[in-house]
């Protein structure tokens, strides 16, 4: 299928082929019919990536925070690559749509296959969505003109304003700013018996929207006009729909607004708030998040968990349900905001007139429509095939998350070592970030045609953690070499189904514990003398604060962070140590403070003699080092600081500083290689399994 991306590098648009998605649990596919291009959202997306890389950093003053912070803990070449890396990423395009859905996913009940669909948030300008529950509405079946339903998630948008806004029946409504959202906003309110006032920098009216009044905002007796026709009073509810870089819509809103009135926004404009008008008058202000409640919750929108009616009357999906209904009724009719409906393949011409509009033509919706193709069910896009090189290993890897195309692959391409033959992925838009950006021969949403492909040497699989087991097992079983990226598993029985795969097939078999690779790592254990003195190890890491609701903190799909993540620190003891891992204890804190079980001490202790401490916690600052390993032998110490600084303390003290952060990826996946051409052994996998088995029960027990 093909599927528009924002090439945010110059600010072009770019239509690239990607697999079709294939249906998961609570999802439904849907056949794009229909699709809106927000001339507000998708027109500012545009302008900040035609802007040069300095314009960006003064409008994006955060983001360049963020990169001098990674700076000074990372160091500063690995900051400008992930810096780089993540604007060279194409971005996908569009939010609202409307389409027939072609296959639904278990625990969908409420559509069923030839239904037409209304689809937010997640309906891209594809050729094909993949689209939550919670995020469709039915169409009744005798809808004739589909197209205005493709403007549901703006309607979504107005219906969580008014609703933020508590307006009732009745009453006198400010809309500011009459674009798209603003007459949708404006039809809505006047469906629900409301009179609305209109104000904008220019008279944008329409014959189809009813309004009380139409103001300019630039008039200097706007607050006189509006209480004029109010009675003296002035609107009851201002909702601001405008894009402004100015605070004038905000000023506005105060001057207008009623003795204790409601202001909500739900544009975008500067918001600095005056604080008499506010105080006199006691005036709320509220914001409204995007189409409704569920909005950024994984647990709504990705796991399809709705909210129970009697809790939350207006979520997210039903104030698209609502948006169908008012349409559907004839309550409302936006069929005359539609000004321009472009083919698919021609959307460049789409945001041609949305951005620099060289013909001054006047437009409010503008829509994409999709064709009939076959092709775009295809399951494998194949690209020109890369030139071969003798002695590269061929890669086929499943998965392309964020880790995928932000540092696997890129390491990958850097080795020399490795060629992309081949990309699986579940289809859409990442499989079309990542084969565009590193040029795979082809991608495909089905991982078995890896695991059938004799041109493959090595499957690496790049999945969330609870579908590592099953496609290490089934790639051993089909006699490939596997490097998966931790853990291996989440549970006891699948590492024992691992091991015995293993044992019984032709394949290697890696873990992606890629520290004990790390250069500076190699140097602390060269300074060692274990075989003296039994050594003292102190790791702490300061991971982070992550979200309850994150994925990897859902013990069912990421196991925790300490199963998650922690095994890359064990793992790396006990390569410094060199000797067998006897005992691993975790204690976790029990303090309302820490519910997710993500601040733990691990102690370990190993055959050797030596002990060790790993201090796992989400409570640091961001901007103090993530890891930090001290080690105490034989009258030396070595401190490593965050893979960029190591200190060495003995009969002589000697220090290394590096400028970009070398946590081992391509150390590991050199090793790899020269354990394929028979130069090495595979000894890593046995303390992988060995540690794997400790931290789970571990983490059981503790």
């Given at each position: 299928m093909k599927q528009l991306f924002l090439m945010v590098s110059d600010g072009s648009v770019k239509l690239l082929e990607t697999p079709a998605p294939t249906v998961k649990e609570n999802d439904v596919i849907v056949e794009t019919e229909y699709s809106v291009v927000s001339a507000g959202t998708e027109r500012s997306?545009?302008?900040f990536g035609g802007k040069g890389l300095l314009q960006k950093i003064r409008e994006r003053p955060d983001q360049a925070k963020k990169v001098l912070e990674k700076m000074a803990v990372d160091g500063v070449l690995s900051a400008l690559d992930a810096a780089f890396t993540r604007l060279s990423e194409p971005m996908p395009m569009g939010y609202s749509g409307v389409g027939t859905v072609t296959a639904c996913g278990r625990g969908v009940t409420d559509v069923s296959v030839g239904d037409r669909v209304a689809m937010a948030g997640q309906a891209y300008h594809a050729e094909v969505n993949r689209v939550n529950r919670n995020l469709i509405a039915r169409l009744p079946a005798d809808a004739a003109d589909i197209r205005q339903y493709a403007m549901c998630a703006l309607g979504g948008i107005a219906l969580q304003g008014i609703h933020q806004a508590n307006v009732v029946p009745g009453e006198t409504v400010a809309v500011i700013g009459l674009g798209l959202v603003g007459h949708i906003t404006a039809r809505i309110l006047n469906a629900y018996g409301c009179d609305v006032i209109a104000y904008d920098i220019a008279d944008k009216t329409l014959p189809g929207?009813?309004?009380?009044?139409f103001v300019r905002a630039s008039n200097e007796n706007a607050a006189d006009i509006t209480k004029a026709m109010t009675n003296g009073r002035g609107a009851d509810k201002v909702i601001i729909t405008a894009a402004a870089d100015s605070n004038m819509p905000m000023d506005l809103a105060a001057a207008i607004v009623r003795d204790r009135g409601v202001i909500c926004?739900?544009?975008?404009?500067?918001?600095?708030?005056?604080?008499r008008p506010y105080y006199e008058r006691e005036?709320?202000?509220?914001?409204?998040?995007?189409?409704?409640?569920?909005?950024?919750d994984p647990a709504y929108e990705e796991k399809g968990v709705d909210y129970p009616v009697g809790q939350v009357r207006f979520t997210e999906g039903r104030n698209i349900e609502e948006f169908v209904r008012l349409?559907?009724?004839?309550?409302a009719d936006f069929t005359d905001l539609i000004t321009h409906v472009f083919p698919f393949d021609e959307a460049e011409r789409a945001y041609a007139l949305i951005t620099a509009n060289s013909s001054r033509e006047r437009s409010i919706g503008v829509l994409l429509q999709y064709p009939k193709r076959e092709e775009k069910w295809a399951a494998v896009i194949k690209h020109s095939p890369g030139k071969t090189s003798e002695g590269k290993l061929r890669v086929g890897l499943i998965g392309a998350g964020s880790f995928s195309k932000g540092t696997l692959l890129p390491v990958l391409q850097s080795t020399g070592l490795y060629q992309l033959r081949a990309l699986a992925t579940t289809g859409g838009t990442g499989a079309a970030q990542a084969s565009h950006s590193f040029g795979f021969e082809y991608v495909t949403s089905d991982y078995r045609r890896l695991l059938d492909d004799a041109e493959i040497d090595l499957i690496v699989v790049s999945t969330r953690h609870n579908t590592h087991a099953q496609f290490i097992i089934e790639a051993l079983e089909a006699g490939k070499h596997v490097c998966c990226e931790k853990p291996l598993c989440l549970t006891i029985d699948e590492l024992e189904r691992i091991i015995a795969a293993y044992r019984s097939s032709p394949g290697e078999l890696f873990c992606g514990l890629n520290r004990r690779y790390a250069p500076l790592v190699q140097k602390v254990r060269e300074t060692l003398s274990t075989d003296q003195t039994p050594a003292v190890y102190d790791y702490i890491v300061n991971a982070g604060f992550i979200r309850s609701d994150h994925w990897a903190q859902d013990e069912a799909v990421g196991g925790g962070r300490i199963i998650g993540e922690a095994c890359h620190f064990v793992d790396t003891i006990q390569y410094l140590d060199g000797s067998r891992l006897e005992s691993l204890n975790i204690t976790h804190a029990n303090h309302g403070a820490s519910p997710q079980k993500d601040n733990a001490l691990i102690a370990l202790r190993f055959s050797s003699g030596a002990i060790a401490n790993i201090v796992y916690t989400s409570m640091g600052s961001r901007k103090y080092p993530k890891e930090q390993l001290r080690v105490f032998s034989n009258g030396a110490v070595c401190e490593l600081d965050n893979f960029i600084r190591l200190r060495r303390y003995g009969c002589i003290r000697a220090g290394t500083v590096t400028l970009r952060q070398d946590k081992g990826i391509a150390g590991e996946y050199a090793h790899i290689a020269a354990v394929l051409a028979g130069r090495l052994k595979n000894d890593a996998i046995e303390d992988a399994f060995l540690s794997h088995r400790l931290i789970l029960e571990g983490n059981r027990d503790g």
């Open positions: 997306l545009v302008s929207t009813r309004l009380k009044a926004m739900i544009g975008v404009t500067q918001m600095k708030l005056d604080r005036l709320t202000f509220t914001m409204a998040r995007s189409y409704g409640p569920g909005r950024y349409v559907s009724e004839g309550r």
